[in-house]
């Protein structure tokens, strides 16, 4: 054997290594929480109405938070449960994958709060944010289980369908309350609805 | 070139589909027969010849259960593949090793 032919091998070996390291834990808890957060804050959301671009941010970013730290609580139990590591390569990668886009989106999100006075303005950033959260979904799916990469995809496509119809006013805004009814529907029940199908249909006891 | 390494290496992982199938069950604690059919395109056939030769060597554990009313044949590699595993990498980092230049 050539020493070149041997590192072609450990190449293979090693993205062979990296391939099966897929994240595999149970989704179906965190996206069944995430939806109902997601719900809950657009009904808060609606009766609170908070009556700013800024407030409307601030509010949904106060969301994301709670989201994102109860999803980060249910996946250091279920690598607790396990035995393993919380920091583990497949989490990594699917971390260093979703954060660009989430960052973005963050982005046009305090851009758009600075730019903008009024509420009604508002339901143009949830097609923004549907984009760029399905992209990081998409993104992280890549390591993650194949379905993953689906989610994130009909985010993308709900999104951009969601900008035309508000660009060409197919879609109005009937009341103050809509980004956050739209905001409920898209973040809540896009992850509920996946939810309850994970939960019918994903493995269980099997992570790695 | 010193020969010795190359002749070290081990023929039973040595092989491209065995040494696929090595590559990711070593990455992971186990692995669905589906899962590494689809990971490495492999057909039922040539993976179920492989796997039996792995665990005829004691490389491959596989053992069958019942998920949702459907059979399921995991694979897992067992210390002694692990450890065949890890040698086999060694030898090929010191075949690397070996022609890099000082």
């Known amino acids: 054997m050539e020493p070149n032919q ?42 609170w109405l908070p009556n700013s671009a800024r407030g409307f941010v601030l509010y949904w970013a106060s969301v994301a938070v709670v989201a994102l730290f109860g999803s980060f609580l249910m996946v250091r139990r279920q690598s607790f449960k396990d035995g393993e590591p919380f920091w583990s390569p497949p989490i990594r990668r699917v971390v260093e994958a979703l954060i660009p886009p989430f960052a973005v989106g963050a982005f046009l999100g305090i851009w758009f709060a ?13 097609p923004v944010w549907c984009v760029f959260f399905g992209l990081g979904i998409y993104s992280a799916g890549f390591f993650m289980p194949r379905g993953l990469k689906l989610f994130g995809l009909f985010y ?12 060409n006013q197919t879609v109005r805004f009937p009341t103050a309350a809509f980004p956050n009814s739209l905001m409920a529907i898209t973040f809540g029940g896009f992850h509920l609805a996946y939810g309850i199908y994970l939960y019918f249909t994903e493995p269980r006891g099997k992570a790695s | 070139m010193n020969p010795e390494p190359f002749l ?41 010849t492989h796997i039996r030769t792995l665990q005829e060597e004691g490389f491959v554990a596989v053992s069958k259960s019942y998920a949702k009313n459907r059979p399921l044949t995991t694979c ?22 070996q022609n890099k230049p000082k």
């Open chain 1, 156 to 167: 993308i496509v709900a999104g951009i369908l969601l900008m035309w119809g508000l660009l």
């Open chain 2, 8 to 48: 070290q290496l081990d023929r039973v992982i040595h092989e491209k589909g065995r040494l696929a199938i090595m590559s990711m069950l070593a990455a992971s604690p186990e692995l669905s027969f589906t899962e590494l059919r689809n990971a490495l395109s492999m057909t039922d056939g040539n993976l179920t």
């Open chain 1, 114 to 126: 600075c730019v903008n006075q009024d509420i009604d303005g508002c339901g143009v950033l949830v």
């Open chain 2, 76 to 97: 897992s590699l067992t210390p002694g593949g692990r450890k065949a595993f890890a040698s086999y990498i060694d030898l090929l980092e010191q075949i690397v090793r």
């Open chain 1, 6 to 47: 041997a590192a072609e091998h450990l190449q293979a070996i090693r993205t062979l290594m990296e391939r099966s390291a897929v994240y595999r834990r149970a989704l179906a808890p965190i996206m069944v929480y995430c939806g109902v957060v997601g719900i809950v804050g657009g009904v808060v959301g609606g009766y």
